[in-house]
């Protein structure tokens, strides 16, 4: 993800290595497994990941995040009580709440249900409509307006 | 940010105290065995009480370095930190300064009461404490090297006491020769020096080393 087999990867021109840190504060990253911890509630997650972004998330704002990924209610429940599909949720928070340009979403969609697709969906279209830019790679269907974006299909 | 990595740490730990006790209970068991085994033979545990001690203080620890990147691992918060806009040296120091917090600061403080068993006269219970409290956090931070370099490895354990525990003869050396000094009358001082000296140097150099083998590991 960092260091590529082949070739190198470049970030407004200037390769990743050299501008570290730099390049963080630009990214968000969205992995197979969700990074969520068992023992924190909803809200802690979402919290300890806002501030080790470095983003200041008030109460209301953090509330209203989780409410926008269908967690409304649950903000202080463990996560280890949540189902698969709900961790991916307290995960996808992170974007909801997230200044940064770039996006990588590794298989975001995965054990999400229609309306989490379809949220996802939306969540990224907002990004785009904003300047933002996004990676995902995905094996469902996630359907986003033409005009925005492009589809690489990679074949064996 | 590091205030953020330690408050989560502590939380976690608190959430799952049974594995910091776990730590403790076996620092307890393991030196209160000696002075079951040896006899109410002052003089002899008097001269074994800091070794004894200390050897327990570096199994101890052993125990709690297993988990320090190993859970962050598995669930996937350490690709997410790794990607944090901080230095990851920072990164590494908040998650050391907290285990040490969870499981090598009540070893410092019950150490007392386990010398008193030993037959350790005040003075030297109070160099006891600061060897240790100068000392441990050496533990933390060059078992967090050898934590950093066997994740997701399977015999991790086994292999972090191998790597790590070799490294700890210094540390050992100069705990141990300071609360023996004191034992003989003589002045520790020169040996706790020594040991605040160690403890400068891995504060420095071990969190550079653990971000570099944690980059490694995780790629």
């Known amino acids: ?156 | 940010m590091l205030r953020w990595i330690v408050w989560r740490d502590l939380i976690l730990a608190w959430r799952r105290r049974a594995d910091a006790l776990s730590t403790l209970f076996f620092f307890v068991i393991v030196v209160s065995l000696f002075p079951l085994g040896i006899g109410p033979e002052t003089e002899l545990l008097r001269s074994i009480a800091p070794g004894v001690v200390w050897v327990a203080a570096l199994l101890a620890s052993m125990l709690s370095l297993g988990r320090l990147f190993a859970n962050d691992h598995q669930d996937g918060t350490l690709e997410q930190l790794l990607l944090t806009p901080q230095p990851l040296y920072l990164v590494v120091l908040g998650k050391v300064v907290a285990q040490w917090l969870t499981s090598e600061l009540p070893l410092v403080c019950i150490a007392p009461l386990l010398g008193v068993q030993f037959g350790l006269s005040n003075e030297t219970l109070k160099i006891l404490v600061i060897s240790l409290v100068l000392g441990t956090p050496v533990l933390s931070f060059i078992g967090s090297i050898g934590a950093a370099l066997t994740l997701g490895l399977k015999s991790s354990s086994v292999l972090i006491s191998i790597l790590v525990l070799p490294l700890y003869v210094p540390v050992l050396i100069f705990g141990a020769g300071a609360v023996e000094a004191s034992i003989m009358g003589l002045s520790p001082s020169s040996l706790i020096y020594l040991l605040s000296s160690v403890t400068v140097l891995s504060l420095i150099f071990a969190p550079w080393a653990t971000a570099a083998a944690l980059r490694i590991s995780i790629e």
């Open chain 1, 1 to 156: 993800m960092l260091s590529p087999s082949e070739g190198r990867i470049n970030w407004q021109g200037a390769n990743i290595h050299s501008l570290g840190e730099e390049y963080f504060t630009q990214l968000t990253y969205f992995g197979h497994r969700p990074g969520v911890k068992d023992e924190l509630t909803t809200f802690e997650n979402l919290r300890v990941a806002a501030g080790l972004s470095g983003i200041a998330l008030s109460t209301q704002k953090a509330a209203e995040a989780l409410q926008k990924v269908g967690l409304a209610g649950r903000e202080s429940v463990p996560a280890r009580l949540l189902s698969e599909g709900q961790r991916r949720r307290v995960s996808l928070a992170r974007l909801a709440i997230c200044t940064t340009k770039l996006w990588l979403l590794d298989e975001v969609l995965t054990a999400l249900d229609k309306t989490a697709i379809a949220f996802v969906g939306s969540l990224i279209e907002e990004h785009l409509a904003q300047g933002g830019m996004a990676i995902v790679a995905t094996h469902q269907d996630l359907e986003l307006s033409r005009g925005l974006t492009q589809r690489l299909e990679l074949t064996k």
